[in-house]
């Protein structure tokens, strides 16, 4: 699916179509945030726990550069190589310098958003190089020609029988077969195959230990150990901002991942890797990509402090019943809507748009990045920089202008209430009004409240 060149409010139009599954998302997602608050209130420490986190994120940020050199020293002394990527094309080409290095033909890859955002599957393709995600989910979407739709499900728009229908197409699986043990044990074998034949295995890296130089990559299917483990090379890739400065720090941040998450108490699989096995090799790529421009802008700063545990993503209201892809990003969904214009305004200055500013993703978030309050921002700066559409600014001008002044908020009202009655098809074009394609308009109020009130405040 190409959602490169469409809007949010485009291509969730197309999500929308199908009210069944925009129902059904939505019912799906709402589970996973009502499991994550179950196990949440389980915890009597929580708010210390994400307090305590928030702070360790905080004060790893504001010395980033130190930290960094204090990982790549430890990792370099675990017989570790290190390589620094300025951006998404140095990074890939890195990954593919290594593999060119090594004759690798083929790769397997556990769930790396780093790796989805710099596009690397692509890159590698076109070299000629086979790519198998091997997280299931991944897989499943990877078959389907999509991008993920979810930073930790990210088939999660898919149906269990249109699963059947893929592996039905690309693994041979029964026609007609949907039962979930039928298809997981089909996706097992024939990924157990792509491990055994892997030049190469690439990880993502949810947590990089400053003082250690070691690296944690957490899964619930154990793909990350078996490609690592059976490949004579290990490329793990890393955004700058995964840092954490002591092993101790890690408790605090595995209680909250996993349960905030999907409400599991911890992910099956916490894997630490430090260093390469005898006659092996392990690679880490750290990259910026637009990391330390995040760094700089001082109100968007602290998004990078995400862990990537998905639950702004579940309890948006905005993102159940849009669907991922209208994000047409790697990362949807709230966070998404922050990091993205970080990295191309005119491209995605739809997304900070694709918001109620309810704030749900505010509270449940476990480092306590204000979300909502940096889309709003990012709402305040795309529209200074001339990325938003000229009309919706004049409007916005027309309305600060009415809504700043009771003389010329009773004046519209006035003659709105009058016009609305008069000639209602001036709201309700649909053409010119999106808002109107998908509402009714209520019977406009013959008076305002003030009149009403002025009129009836003596009887109350
Ligand atoms: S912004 Fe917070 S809630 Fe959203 S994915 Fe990141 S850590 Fe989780």
């Known amino acids: 699916m190409n959602t490169h060149n469409i809007t949010h409010p485009e291509a969730a139009s197309e999500f929308l179509r199908n009210k069944e599954r925009v129902q059904w998302h939505d019912e799906t997602l709402w589970f996973v945030r009502y499991k994550r608050d179950k196990v949440v209130n389980e915890i009597p420490e929580w708010e210390q726990l994400r307090e305590l986190a928030s702070q360790i994120k905080d004060h790893t940020l504001s010395r980033l550069d130190e930290y960094l050199q204090e990982f790549e020293a430890a990792a370099i002394s675990n017989g570790v ?4 990527a300025a951006d998404a094309a140095e990074h890939n080409r890195i990954v593919h310098g290594i593999m060119a290095k090594h004759g690798a033909q083929k790769i397997v890859k556990s769930k790396s958003m780093l790796t989805e955002e710099c596009h690397l599957n692509e890159y590698l393709e076109a070299q000629g190089i086979e790519v198998v995600d091997t997280d299931l989910g991944e897989r499943i979407v990877q078959l389907n020609k999509e991008m ?3 930073i930790v499900l990210p088939a999660i728009h898919i149906k269990k029988e249109e699963v059947g229908e893929i592996f039905h197409q ?19 074998e024939h990924l157990r195959q792509k491990f055994l034949a892997a030049d190469i295995a690439i990880t993502g890296v949810n947590f990089a230990v400053a003082e250690t ?3 944690v990559v957490c899964t619930n299917e154990g793909n990350a150990d078996l490609g690592a483990h059976l490949a004579k ?4 890739c890393m955004g700058i901002e ?3 400065p002591r092993t101790e720090h890690l408790s605090v941040f595995l209680r909250l991942l996993a349960r905030n998450a999907t409400g599991q108490n911890i992910t099956a699989y916490s894997s630490h890797f430090r260093k390469p ?3 092996s090799e392990m690679h880490i790529v750290i990259v910026d990509n637009g990391r330390t421009t995040q760094l700089g802008r001082e109100a968007f700063r602290n998004s990078l402090k995400c862990i990537r545990c998905g639950a702004c993503l579940n309890t948006c209201p905005v993102y159940r019943r849009s669907g991922g892809h209208s994000y047409h990003n790697a990362t949807a969904g709230p966070i998404g809507a922050i990091l993205a214009p970080n990295l191309d305004m005119r491209k995605n200055a739809d997304l900070p748009f694709a918001s109620t500013l309810c704030g749900s993703c505010t509270d449940v978030c476990p480092v306590k990045i204000d979300i909502h309050n940096q889309l709003y921002q990012w709402r305040q700066v795309l529209t200074k920089e001339g990325y938003v559409p000229a009309a919706k600014t004049a409007s916005m001008k027309v309305m600060a202008g009415v809504l700043s002044s009771p003389a010329r908020y009773t004046f519209a ?4 209430r009058k016009l609305l009655r008069w000639f209602p098809s001036l709201a309700m074009n649909k053409k010119l009004n999106p808002w109107a394609r998908q509402r009714d308009l209520p019977e406009p109020p013959k008076e305002s409240f003030r009149e009403w009130y002025k009129k009836n405040s003596r009887e109350l």
Request: proline share 5%.
């Open 81 to 84: 190589t290190v390589h620094w």
């Open 148 to 150: 993920p739709s979810h």
């Open 170 to 188: 690309h693994l041979g699986t029964e026609k007609g077969a949907s039962d979930p043990l039928y298809l997981a044990l089909a996706a097992r």
């Open 213 to 215: 130089g070691a690296i």
């Open 233 to 236: 090379v290990h490329i793990a």
């Open 242 to 244: 995964k840092l954490i």
């Open 277 to 279: 096995a005898a006659g």
């Open 413 to 416: 009202g006035k003659w709105a």
